[in-house]
């Protein structure tokens, strides 16, 4: 079974400035997706930025960026211009290549931005 | 175009007594998935539906929770009896073959 982890629970950054956040996984597909995904207070959960595992090339999305390692199982997220608006909850999650294969989330990790 | 959507917004019930949760998937939208979240995790699958067929409840409650989607189109969730461990968020979520799953603002449930 495919497992996501977040060890950061808790991270917080200067209003413009860069932070990253780590993920790790463990699958043993070689074809798959990640994600990360934003979740406001509103608790609706907002799609960031998505890496497909046979691309090379690392995803990016204006202010978000991310660092795939494959061998490594590492999928981190860095912010850019960090805004106060970039504060919420941020969840690392994995899914196979089917279409309709389910998503494997991590815990989170929360992001406070200081002004 | 609509998003997810979901009601209630919120939800406080007694041990031992019975709710359901409503979701509208965005039109066109063959899969459908609930999840539930508890406060401080991750979203967790409970059911995803292919049109109107389950797909995946390896993970639902089946003594306790039921899932349907009539006609393919709006979904319901059960819980009978609940648990105090049943206090979550609720989020569907909903996608076609060309898309990424857009999700709903979930409901709260309390049970006390």
């Known amino acids: 079974a495919q497992t996501v982890t977040q060890s950061q629970p808790e991270m917080s950054v200067q209003e413009a400035e860069t932070v990253t956040l780590s993920c790790t996984y463990d699958?043993?597909?070689?074809?798959?997706?990640l994600f990360w995904y934003k979740q406001p207070p509103s608790r609706q959960m907002i799609l960031v930025i998505r890496?497909?595992?046979?691309?090379?090339q690392n995803a990016t999305e204006n202010r978000f960026s991310v660092n795939f390692q494959k061998a490594a199982k590492s999928f981190s997220l860095k912010i850019s211009d960090s805004q106060l608006g970039d504060a919420a909850m941020y969840f690392c999650a994995y899914r196979g290549y089917t279409n309709a294969g389910k998503s494997t989330f991590g815990d989170g990790t929360t992001l406070t931005v200081k002004p | 175009e609509a998003g997810v959507a979901q009601s209630p917004r919120y939800k406080i019930i007694e041990k031992r007594q019975s709710v359901a949760f409503w979701c509208n998937p965005i039109?066109?939208?063959?899969?459908l998935y609930w999840y539930q979240q508890i406060l401080g995790q991750g979203p967790k699958l409970l059911i995803q539906?292919?049109?109107?067929?389950?797909?995946?409840d390896s993970q639902l409650p089946k003594d306790r929770f039921s899932a349907e989607r009539l006609k393919g189109v709006d979904s319901t969730l059960k819980i009978q009896p609940a648990k105090l461990e049943d206090s979550a968020v609720y989020l569907c979520a909903s996608k076609r073959l060309d898309t990424e799953a857009f999700f709903g603002q979930g409901t709260r449930l309390t049970v006390v």
């Open positions: 039109s066109g939208h063959a899969t």
């Open positions: 699958t043993s597909e070689s074809d798959y997706y």
């Open positions: 890496q497909e595992a046979y691309k090379q």
């Open positions: 539906f292919q049109n109107n067929g389950v797909v995946d």
